[in-house]
């Protein structure tokens, strides 16, 4: 069964502990043992503070704006949409819709103490975001030189959750779309 | 206060006393531990053991501590880590850059 709730909190800093709390009534939807309650509720935490911090960080909001988190709850699987007042993610100077010349490309977002957030052209209209993972292979000799104090927010949100997608079409604007299969989050 | 400043003997302490560090004042808490540093030591132990949550704005402001400290000779040590912001340290693999103790006489003995 598809149920949409929408979540509509002022675009300010002081309701991010609002938005963090509504993992929690959220988790109670989902028939999920105490062990998988505790492991997804941080989870889903995380990934709400991080994607409305990053609303807000990182998009020029209007005054007295509201973000509208729609949350659509369609089991097994629950997807989250962040919509923010960005015009996406220029490639090569180009924001969606993007041309037909970049669509499959891959590209390199940013770096992390660990590894890559990269992200694909899917369509003229959507990037997905995924993480390269270089732990396997870390150096312990200059890993401080390269971490940085910024960027960890994204890259969180794409390892603890199982797609993570920028999109933008004419009639929502753009969002960061996020997916969860609720079988596979051990 | 979120957060208290005091020094034991030559290492400077930080104790967080909020439940939640986050971006509300992982700036103004990074801004703080950053003068602290250089006015009173290079040797840094942060206690974390009243948080439960912590979010990327909050580690940030640690890694900003850790390479003031590095680069001045010394290094930023992590204290009482509960299990949720653990896994935050291991997700961000931050674990491997800093040294992490149970309680802050390990860690201030460490140096």
Known sequence: ?186 | MNYTFEMNKDVLIARIQAKRATVEFAGKFKEDLIKKIDESSNKVVVNLNQCEFVDSSFLGALVAGLKKATMKGGDLKIVGLQHPVQAMFELTRLYRIFDIFENEKDAVESF
């Open chain 1, 1 to 186: 069964m598809n149920r949409k709730i929408v979540l509509s909190v002022p675009a300010d800093i002081n309701y991010l502990a609002t938005v963090e709390s509504f993992a929690e009534l959220l988790i109670k939807r989902f028939e999920l043992s105490e062990e998988e309650r505790t492991a997804f509720s941080r989870r889903l935490r995380i990934t709400l503070n991080e994607a409305f911090v990053n609303v807000l960080k990182h998009t020029p909001v209007p005054e007295n704006a509201l973000v509208e988190i729609e949350f659509e709850i369609d089991t097994p699987e629950l997807v989250i949409r962040f919509p923010d007042w960005g015009k996406g993610v220029a490639i090569d100077g180009c924001y969606p819709p993007y041309p037909q010349k970049l669509i499959g490309s891959d590209h390199l977002f940013l770096k992390t103490i660990d590894g890559e957030v990269h992200f694909s052209v899917e369509s003229d209209r959507v990037l997905k975001l995924w993480f390269k993972d270089f732990a396997e292979n870390l150096n312990p000799d200059n890993l401080l030189e390269n971490v940085s104090e910024g960027g960890m927010g994204l890259s969180i949100i794409v390892k603890t959750m199982d797609e993570a997608r920028f999109v933008w079409d004419e009639e929502r604007g753009h969002y960061l779309e996020i997916r969860k299969h609720l079988g596979n989050f051990k």
